[in-house]
């Protein structure tokens, strides 16, 4: 575990010193876009963050190689030259969008492209544990994994809207999947180390590094360079992990009365580490296709913003997306410790919760409209309270509910 923390260490700190320089030469030269309509800052921020994360990863993979103790993982240089490959591809596709705002079209053939050279060198789905090992053509192979690759780059890059909300939930996705791998490893018996662990490690430092420089407010962002590489890295470390295990080795699965079978955690761990950026991601390509538009388009409609426009501050509205990654994984991750039944029950209450406080703006404006209404007209109610009364507001005023939804 120390070599992991090491590593982890040495990437934090290199992507926290770089983001710094980073920040104060984008400053000094100017090298940050202007404000977009869909942009909740309020002023130029650099978004070149990416590049420190990217240079962390590398330097802390370096020192990893140089270990004695990650030998069985570079002693396959195939798949991390693969990997590393495709993370230059992306860095590259990532920067140039941050600075000329490239096409998607043009983005997307950069994710096929970094997602077939992992495919190529070896790193694939090549089979799934779903009632043992199910093993699957190379062909449905490489599709799904250049499809898995790109739908988790893309959805982690969706929601990459607020401060720290990215790092932060990769941060917490990337911790829970950690534990899981290195857990599993006791269990099965199997190698400490591996590029899955490895590439986890190195995401988490990243991220944690990054993060004093991006949480609100933030001076920096990571762009999409950093965001395409942190779901690039995690989709790698799941693709890595599934089919690793053995379902018999640990006996029939009782998902009633005993722990879920382990073997299942690699396809529902992905997942549910990851039910944010999915859940945002699928309801804009559903949004963005009936509307007639390209599953791409840029628009202010996701999860965060909607969190925003409920009346939920930037930093509340970043903690309740936390809320909801922590309890998923974290919930997921405890089929392997305790009885389902009480996993389950721990999730239950953990989504009721965390739905309690996403709607609680709601609550709170539905309860001031309900004063402004019943105000006595001849002593009219707060002014504070009157702009909520949606019967007598026109919807042209500034003051009415549908322009107080639009601040």
Known sequence: MRYYVLVAGISALVTLGLSFVIFKLSVKYRLYPSIRERDVHSRPTPRLGGIAMFIGMAVALSVAAGLKNFDIVFGEPRS??????????????GVADDIWDLDWLTKLAG????AGIIAWQGVQISTLPIGGQTIVSPYVSLILTILAIVLVMNAINFIDGLDGLVA???????????????LLQQQAQTEYYNIASLL????????????PMNFHPAKLFMGDAGALLIGLLMSVSAISVTGQVDAGAFGGPDVFTGALLPAFIPILLPVAVLV???????????????????????????????????GHTHLHAVLILYAWTLVAAVGTLLYMFIPAVWATLI????LLACTAVTLLPLSRRKALEAVAQ????????DPQVARYDGLDASGESPDSTEGYARR
């Open 374 to 381: 019943s105000a006595d007209r001849a002593h009219p109610a």
């Open 276 to 310: 944010v950026p999915l859940l945002d991601f699928g309801l804009a390509m559903i949004r963005r296709l009936r509307a007639g538009k390209s599953p791409f388009t840029a628009d202010r409609k996701h999860l965060h913003h909607r969190l925003l426009d409920m």
């Open 347 to 350: 999730i239950a209450v953990g």
């Open 200 to 211: 986890t490690a190195v995401a988490i430092g990243a991220c944690a590094g990054f993060l």
């Open 168 to 182: 932060g939930v990769a941060l917490i996705a990337n911790g829970v999947f950690f534990i899981y791998v290195y």
């Open 80 to 93: 991390v030259i693969g990997i590393g490959a495709a993370a230059v591809v992306i860095v590259l596709i």
């Open 111 to 114: 994710q096929i492209i970094a």
